[in-house]
């Protein structure tokens, strides 16, 4: 549904990511886990986009967009 | 979050580094991350090991983060492709499989017992004073003091990025973690 609001949430540039798991253990939420060993994926319900993420991410593969809610 | 058993790990690695300078042969112990992680995912398919268990990534972590050693600056792009993670893992193993044709040859007695850590792969420490004589074949030996060379070198190179970057640098071209996720990625089902 879009209520035309903006939330920010975090978002992994998979190709990048190393999948070494520091979000996860960053994340107070637990919104953020490691698929398969492969990459990092966030869970797009729990998320708020506090960044904190972003900020651990030893790649710097986290940023912080602004989505429609 | 509460603390888990295996968020104490990185003691583990504190006292793997200061057992070296005691005893070379515990340089042994090592090869438990080695074994661990790869089995790990091969059998599970997850890079468990880098995620939960690795005290070296915790160390970085608590000494780049609780203790402020770190500049927390993005690392460069050029470290993080996958060229250079790539590369990293090649050159790291064909020096560790250097280290051991140089055991092998200790072994087959080519070679007299070198009691030096090899720091960067170029610099030769004298370490004959954690060396106290072994039960076993002086190549036992040989092996723990290349081991232990390989331990320390990455070990360097973790805390030096550790600065520069962020905590856990080391993490983004670790040659285990680079290889655990090119396992897991061979084995997802659901890989293109």
């Not at chain 1, 637990?30 to 993420?53: L, P, S």
């Not at chain 2, 250097?98 to 170029?122: C, H, I, K, P, S």
């Not at chain 2, 070198?153 to 996720?181: A, N």
């Amino acid at each position: 549904m879009n209520t035309g609001t903006k939330r920010r949430r975090a978002v992994v540039d998979q190709t990048a990511c190393v999948a070494c798991g520091c979000c996860v253990k960053a994340c107070p939420l637990q919104a953020i886990e490691i698929v398969r060993g492969v990459t990092a994926r966030v869970n797009e319900e729990k998320c708020v986009g506090c960044g904190r993420c972003a900020r651990e991410c030893p790649a710097s593969v986290i940023g912080i967009r602004e989505v429609e809610a | 979050m509460k603390k888990r058993w295996y968020d104490y790990l990185w003691i583990a690695s504190v006292l793997y580094l200061l057992l070296g300078f005691v005893n070379i042969l515990f340089a042994w112990l090592g090869l438990l991350c080695f074994f661990i992680p790869l089995l790990i995912s091969l059998i599970g398919g997850t890079k468990g090991y880098c995620n939960r268990y690795c005290g070296r990534g915790q160390l970085f972590g608590l000494l780049g983060g609780r203790f402020g050693l770190s500049r927390k600056k993005d690392i460069p792009g050029w470290m993080k492709s996958k060229a250079f993670r790539y590369g990293f893992l090649v050159f790291f193993f064909a020096m560790f499989f250097l280290m051991l044709w140089n055991t092998y040859l200790v072994f087959a007695g080519a070679r007299d017992l070198r009691e030096v850590v090899t720091l960067l792969w170029t610099f030769r420490l004298a370490w004959n004073w954690a060396y106290h004589g072994t039960l076993f074949h002086p190549g036992v030996a040989q092996f723990a003091f290349g081991f232990y060379s390989v331990m320390l070198t990455s070990t360097i190179l973790g805390l030096v990025t550790m600065v520069l970057f962020k905590p856990r640098s080391w993490c983004v071209y670790c040659p285990m973690g680079t290889m655990t996720q090119l396992i897991c990625k061979m084995k997802d089902p659901t890989r293109p």
